[in-house]
């Protein structure tokens, strides 16, 4: 089993930054991908951005070259920092951790924080 605990979210004006924090915890050599998702009121959830354990990363049209996700190997932490943001980058954004064989996600090894939420307003 693998634990996620996010943190870091909250209410910005449009422009603003961010840096949202995700803790990895318990059997986290099983998962070799952790990534960011997204999910705003109304929508389906979706991806945001991915990073794996070899250092791809893979993000949404939407958020690129404005959000990085990065991680700490070190502390089993990673990171998206959320800069020019725009209120439809309003959402409850959830950490996501998992083990992927070519594109193909393991359903036992696929794990989800609670989520945090990002109110990007005036």
């Known amino acids: 089993q693998v634990q996620l605990v996010e943190s870091g979210g909250g209410l910005v004006q449009p422009g603003g930054s961010l840096r949202l924090s995700c803790a990895a915890s318990?059997?986290?050599?099983?998962?070799?991908?952790m990534g960011w998702y997204r999910q705003a009121p109304g929508k389906q959830r979706e991806r945001v951005a991915t990073?794996?354990?070899?250092?791809?990363?893979n993000s949404a049209d939407s958020v690129k070259g404005r959000f990085t996700i990065s991680r700490d190997n070190a502390k089993n932490t990673v990171y998206l920092q959320m800069s020019s943001l725009k209120p439809e980058d309003t959402a409850v954004y959830y950490c996501?951790?998992?083990?992927?064989?070519?594109?193909?996600?393991?359903?036992?090894?696929?794990?989800w924080g609670q989520g945090t939420q990002v109110t990007v307003s005036s």
């Open positions: 996501r951790a998992f083990r992927a064989f070519f594109g193909t996600v393991v359903p036992a090894q696929d794990y």
């Open positions: 990073l794996t354990n070899g250092g791809s990363t």
């Open positions: 318990g059997s986290t050599s099983s998962i070799n991908t």
